[in-house]
């Protein structure tokens, strides 16, 4: 399960913070820095995307461009499927920003926690298909 989904850039500024487990304000501010400083210091050539965190828990990873896609899950999940899903989540992203930036998410926040709710339902991987995650994306334009 999910705990949290992160998106920083390259100063930990927080560009997207999706919370599926109770935190109050104090956790959520010290988890973002503690979740930077972990991801930022890693070296993306000799070290996975993936390190354990705290209480049970992974944090799993990757960098695109200058931003860092951070997930939080339990430590008996499988990593390589939530790598997978960090990188549907951009895909779609990009097909539907056409070359999404840091911009893109900070503008159009409510269309990227729209993707996000798309690919990341109540804590759980909801849809693995790009295609129908952007059909009914494109619906939701069309309706508002």
């Known amino acids: 399960m999910l705990h949290f ?3 920083q850039n390259q100063q930990g500024k927080a560009r997207l913070a999706k919370y599926y487990v ?3 304000d104090a956790e959520k501010k010290q988890l973002l820095g503690e ?3 972990i991801v930022a210091q890693r ?9 354990e965190f705290r209480h049970g828990t992974k944090i799993v990873y990757q960098r695109y461009a200058g931003l860092y896609f951070s997930v939080c899950v339990d430590m ?6 939530y790598l997978e899903a960090i990188h549907l989540f951009v ?7 056409t070359n999404v930036c840091e911009r893109d998410l900070v503008l159009h926040f409510y ?3 729209a993707v996000l709710d798309e690919v990341f339902l109540a804590g759980v991987v909801a849809d693995t298909s790009a295609a129908q ?3 009914r994306l494109e619906l939701l334009d069309r309706l508002g």
């Open 76 to 81: 008996h999940d499988n990593e390589l499927m």
């Open 111 to 113: 269309k990227v926690y």
């Open 43 to 51: 070296n993306q050539r000799s070290q996975s995307n993936f390190v």
């Open 35 to 37: 979740v930077y400083r």
């Open 91 to 97: 895909e779609i992203l990009n097909a539907y920003f």
């Open 22 to 24: 109770r935190y109050d």
């Open 5 to 7: 989904v992160l998106v």
């Open 133 to 135: 995650v952007l059909q």
